[in-house]
């Protein structure tokens, strides 16, 4: 099979890696550092400005992709799928940012995770494009991702497995297996049809 891999908030810990930063930078700016996680991006999350939220991400984007913490058992499972499966990583994760790729590829190889294809966006829109299109490029069976939207679009077609969060309580799909943890996430693989 073919596993298509979203990486934050899927794969790492990033709203927690995000938000450990966003409070120095609040705190130097006099910005709210209380969040509302039912919100996704940083400007809605902490109620900042654009240019307050760019400046922020433009600034720390490389430290946080770096210093960025796993999900329990993300490693293994990966590691695990990896010798029977294709892994397809396809992250939002921009191009345009400094130093994104390097950072991304280093994690991974740094925690042992092995890939097939590793896939940025490189659209001008800094935290979305369409991973539809790049889940059927690639052939992609199932797709594993957080996002509300992406999730939404990319259940139309494929089955999608969906790490819950509150920002994304609202889907529901018979074609979306809502999970808390990786090791669900395996056994959930193992019983797709055509699965060994
Ligand atoms: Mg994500």
Request: glycine share 4%; hydrophobic share 35%.
């Amino acid at each position: 099979m073919k596993i298509g891999v979203d990486i934050d908030n899927t794969i790492t810990y990033t709203t927690e890696t995000i938000m450990h930063y966003a409070t120095v930078y609040g705190q130097e700016n006099q910005l709210n550092i209380i969040p509302d996680l039912n919100h996704y991006y940083i400007e809605d999350v902490l109620n900042w400005d654009k240019e307050h939220a760019n400046k922020f991400l433009l600034t720390y984007l490389g430290d946080i992709y770096r210093n960025i913490k796993p999900k329990e058992q993300a490693i293994e499972v990966l590691q695990e799928l990896k010798r029977e499966h294709e892994l397809v990583l396809i992250t939002s994760r921009n191009l345009m940012f400094p130093q994104v790729e390097e950072a991304t590829s280093s994690w991974l190889t740094n925690y042992g995770i092995e890939y097939d294809h590793l896939v940025l966006n490189t659209t001008d829109n800094m935290h979305f494009f369409n991973k539809l299109n790049v889940c059927l490029e690639y052939g992609v069976d199932v797709m594993i991702e957080d996002h509300h939207e992406l999730a939404a679009e990319i259940s139309s077609i494929l089955p999608v497995i969906l790490f819950d969060y509150p920002y994304n309580r609202h889907l529901e799909s018979d074609n979306i297996i809502r999970v808390n943890t990786w090791n669900e996430i395996k056994t959930w693989i193992n019983k797709f049809p055509g699965t060994k």
